[in-house]
């Protein structure tokens, strides 16, 4: 990871907020963005007292901006617009529904008269309004921003930077919308009109076909989700499960997966999945006899399976000695194959619109094990998308747990602000606590005080420059003012690392060594020992 930046942290005591935001909007802005950063650095406690101090001054600010926005003869030609509207879009938490709707009706009314850069401003503010809205209980008004972004997306007239722009917002803040405009804005992405205007608007913003293909994986699983709090007991009939997913491979996630099935294998009965089709790795580490018979994962989810035979024919005990494990039935594996065909068929299936007969066939599979499974573990492929939010989707439906595992690498930990906005928006928690934990996997010692505390490693990411690229950055003001804080990380320090498993020698050949995989992570205080904390209460909840 670069080397973190070592400037002095902003403090609370330091912000000076001016009484007016009149006398140069662009001021008040930079004084607000210097009072946002202390504030998210201070207790709960601390953070209460500076919003009770700082009210009288938003307040003013918020009706200064609106008045000058309404009253001035000609805003289009106002030089400090652009600056009203980032004010806005700063406290839009402390607009009222009716200062909202009042905002966005201005906006579409003046539209054609607006500058560029004001027109960049106010997508932006009409963009972040969604999530407030959604809070006060208006779709009406959320309907009313969705149409206005849309008709910009579309429209021959608007520059093709706005309408790639407004294509962006839209994608990126998908879960501030209704239920009615995401299937809207879904089924509009499918017609051949938008996709015409997504290829030539890609050249303006080329982060557009990533968040296109993002959005369009996500999105049956994005409405599978409500908003309700996750079963103590699954309807689905589903055992207990931890799905351990990340957003790129070479994190340590497949360690992980075997660590906590080994380690839970001694007392319980354990089924491991490797759901990773696009790089299946279970088998380099387990033998099994006569392999070739054996289904794979993707066979079934491809061509499907019974009840009997997922549970007689796809689940194998491997041949490994295990440490600690003297049952050899309490670990069985589901492995999925390295060939590429049946690989890039299940992925054709996948994602050719059959993405509910795939999730019918792993509920299939899943369903087969309540019986007889104390924890089910699936180790998925990198990326969050397909099989990997349907693993979330039935850990999250079967009151279960998922584990998020990053490295300590700059991209690495900033991409982790999309799953936490993406799942804020459509998931609930039970008792403030989300149904899953972020695992940062071999972290320096000499910097984990800095991931222990998620106020100041957030500060630090949004000030860093490589995160111009990484998506939910691009707008570095709007995440410092909005998006959802970093859960406390899980943090396994490099002296605990999960790498050193598998060695080759000329005595030996190849060679797993498990005892050397679970040695460091059982020493008292450990990140591994937190997890299976988090794993353990999990059971108990689900009364197993």
């Known amino acids: 990871m670069p080397t973190l930046p070592n400037h002095r942290l902003p403090k609370l005591e330091d912000a000076e907020l001016p009484v007016s935001a009149r006398e140069s909007y662009e001021a008040a802005v930079k004084a607000l963005s210097f009072w946002t950063d202390a504030y998210k650095l201070v207790n709960s406690d601390k953070q209460r007292e500076a919003r009770t101090k700082a009210s009288e001054h938003f307040s003013r600010y918020i009706q200064e901006a609106i008045e000058d926005l309404q009253t001035v003869a000609h805003p289009a030609h106002d030089s400090s617009a ?46 972040d309004s969604l999530y407030e809205l959604q809070l006060h209980g208006r779709p009406d008004i959320q309907h009313l921003v969705f149409t206005l972004l849309g008709d910009l997306v579309t429209k021959n007239s608007e520059p093709p930077q706005i309408s790639a722009h407004a294509l962006r917002g839209l994608l990126v803040h998908a879960s501030g919308l209704t239920a009615e405009d995401l299937a809207s804005l879904e089924t509009a992405l499918r017609s051949l009109a938008w996709k015409r205007t997504l290829k030539r ?20 699983v994005l409405t599978a989700f409500t908003k309700s709090e996750s079963p103590k007991i699954s309807p689905l009939g589903l055992p207990p ?61 491809s061509n499907g399976i019974s009840v ?21 039935s309490n670990l069985m594996i589901a492995q ?30 899943l369903q087969s094990l309540a019986k007889d499974a104390d924890l089910v573990i699936i180790d998925n492929a990198p990326g969050l998308f397909g099989l990997g939010l349907l693993a979330f989707n039935f850990a999250y439906s079967g009151g279960g747990l998922s584990l998020f595992v990053t490295s300590p690498d700059i991209h690495d930990v900033g991409a982790l602000q999309i799953e936490m906005d993406f799942f804020r928006g459509v998931i609930a928690t039970v008792n403030d606590v989300p149904p899953f934990r972020w695992v940062c996997n071999k972290v320096p010692a000499s910097l984990r005080h800095i991931y222990q505390d998620t ?13 111009g690229d990484v998506p939910g950055f691009v707008e570095e003001r709007l995440v410092r003012r909005y998006s959802a804080p970093f859960p406390k990380p899980v943090i396994i320090t490099a002296a605990e690392s999960m790498t050193k498993t598998f060695t080759i020698s000329e005595d030996t050949g190849a060679n797993i060594d498990f005892k050397k995989l679970l040695d460091p992570l059982e020493v008292e205080g450990s990140g591994f020992k937190d997890i299976c904390a988090t794993v353990d209460e999990m059971l108990r909840a689900m009364r197993l």
């Open 82 to 127: 652009v600056y009203r509207l980032r004010l806005l879009t700063y406290l839009d938490d402390q607009l009222n529904a009716n200062q909202i709707q009042e905002l966005v009706q201005l906006l579409s009314a003046s539209w054609d008269g607006l500058y560029e850069d004001v027109k960049r401003e106010a997508i932006s503010f009409l963009c």
């Open 201 to 220: 608007h890609s050249e303006a913003e080329p982060a557009l076909a990533r968040l296109h293909a993002e959005f369009a994986s996500q999105y049956k």
């Open 241 to 301: 499960i931890v799905a351990i997913l990340s957003r790129k491979g070479g994190v340590g996630k497949t360690s992980l997966a075997i660590a906590l099935a080994l380690y839970y294998a001694r007392t319980k009965r354990v089924y491991l999945l490797d759901l990773d089709i696009v790089g299946p790795s279970l088998s380099y580490y387990f033998r099994f006899d006569q392999p070739s018979t054996i289904p794979t994962l993707e066979a079934a989810l």
């Open 308 to 328: 009997d035979d997922a549970r007689r024919r796809l689940f194998t005990a491997p041949k490994n000695e295990l440490p600690g494990i003297t049952n050899s």
């Open 336 to 365: 999925s194959s390295s060939l590429a065909a049946p690989r890039h068929e299940l992925y054709e299936r996948l994602f050719s619109g059959r993405l509910d007969r795939i999730r019918g066939r792993m509920l299939t599979i």
């Open 455 to 467: 106020g100041v490693l957030q500060y630090y990411l949004r000030k860093h420059p490589a995160l």
